[in-house]
């Protein structure tokens, strides 16, 4: 029995998530309550602030699937990496991008970038944090699994050339949602041509 109850509880939670991705994107996140989403959802109002505390955490929840998938296609590219330190380097970061739309619109984005920003020491804002630094170190892991394959020097600091790849494509990524005319190939030809003289340097 407890095992049908935990597929029934996680099959509410994905419901709730599917339905708050939905009505966020469609309607906005400010115009978007709890009631709605419930409704959406087929559950309770009750059940959904039994999963979350509010909007906040919901799209929290949200940003934390997106990066989960992400960081999974991740570990399958550092498994397999190209043999070029820039074309690993630029998979990785596409894998990233390619899917960072799927789910939040760019509004959305703004609105966790906001929110994490104004709450730093709240749940939200340390969950956030702790997304952020599983994709840098993920992104660490790519820079020393090259350099074991001898694609990068030796003497490079795999840690903080991962950092500096991740820390400017992290910057960029805030400018493409700030931007609302600002395209996906815009954002990666932007990052390509930043990131050219450091990959020339990671080079043996």
């Not at 990233?96 to 104004?118: F, G, P, T």
């Amino acid at each position: 029995m407890s095992g049908l109850r935990e597929k029934q509880k996680a099959d509410r939670d994905q419901r709730i998530l599917k339905a708050a991705t939905r009505l966020f994107r469609d309607a906005g996140y400010d115009s978007t309550k709890i009631e709605t989403i419930a409704a959406k959802a087929k559950v309770s109002i009750g059940t959904v602030y039994n999963y979350y505390e509010n909007k906040g955490d919901l799209l929290v929840a949200i940003v934390s699937m997106e990066v989960n998938e992400v960081l999974r296609a991740g570990a399958g590219l550092i498994a397999r990496p190209p043999k070029k330190v820039e074309d690993a380097v630029q998979a990785l970061i596409s894998i990233y991008l390619d899917h960072s739309l799927v789910y939040l619109s760019k509004e959305m984005w703004r609105q966790a970038m906001a929110i994490a920003i104004r709450q730093p020491d709240t749940p939200y804002g340390r969950h956030y944090s702790a997304l952020d630094e599983r994709l840098a170190a993920q992104v660490c892991e790519l820079i020393e699994c090259l350099q074991v394959q001898g694609l990068v020097k030796p003497e490079v600091d795999a840690r903080a050339a991962g950092e500096t790849i991740f820390n400017n494509t992290n910057m960029m990524f805030t400018v493409f949602v700030k931007t609302e005319a600002m395209t996906l190939v815009d954002l990666k030809a932007a990052i390509a041509r930043q990131l050219k003289p450091l990959m020339q340097a990671l080079r043996p």
